[in-house]
């Protein structure tokens, strides 16, 4: 069966303005660029519905199940968190955006790293954490575990090369 995108964008758009909001509203609850919500309330086809589908789904007062349900014809499912017992997904203690959050909750963490490429009077990192799909083959864990020993080689150069090039005087 064919997913039926541009239904789903037409849908979206019908829920966030029954709700009354605007299209820069979902922005700020999101987290996901303008450009995102646009090009999915166009109907843009994608391979699978996101987390970010997924949280703008959220964010009109869908279920998560809602897109699929869409897709295929059917109507989306409301939430009405206080008259059926259930509560909103669980939002972590960490602050990141709700795309992100919900982006580390599906599938499996392969490898992670913070690495240090600021300047040496900052104390920024980049924390890097490297997911794979739930039920992965063991061909394809070992092919994302070197691409990604490949990015980390080069993650790890460009520090170095940072710290190399540095001079007394930077300080």
């Keep these: ?9 037409r849908e979206l758009r019908a829920a966030r303005k029954a709700k009354g909001l ?4 979902l922005v700020q609850v999101t987290r996901v660029s303008l450009a995102t919500v646009q090009n999915i309330e166009a109907g843009k086809e994608y391979t699978r519905i996101t987390p970010t589908i997924r949280a703008v789904a959220r964010a009109v007062g869908w279920t998560d199940s809602s897109p699929e349900a869409v897709l ?9 968190a206080d008259e059926r017992g259930q509560s909103p ?6 602050p990141l955006p709700p795309f992100i959050q919900e982006e580390l909750r599906e599938g499996q963490v392969l490898a992670s790293g913070v690495y240090d490429l600021s300047p040496e009077d900052s104390d920024a990192q980049m924390i890097i954490v490297v997911k794979g799909k739930k039920g992965a083959s063991v061909d394809e864990i070992r092919q994302w ?14 520090s170095d090369e940072e710290t190399q090039t540095r001079s007394p005087d930077d300080a």
Excluded: C, F, H, I
Aim: proline share 7%.
């Design 72 to 80: 295929n014809g059917e109507q989306p499912t409301l939430v009405d």
């Design 22 to 25: 605007k299209q820069t509203d």
């Design 89 to 94: 997904p669980p939002q972590s203690d960490l």
């Design 1 to 9: 069966m064919t997913w039926d995108w541009k239904r789903l964008g």
């Design 145 to 158: 575990r070197d691409r990604w020993r490949r990015a980390e080689r080069d993650l790890r150069r460009l």
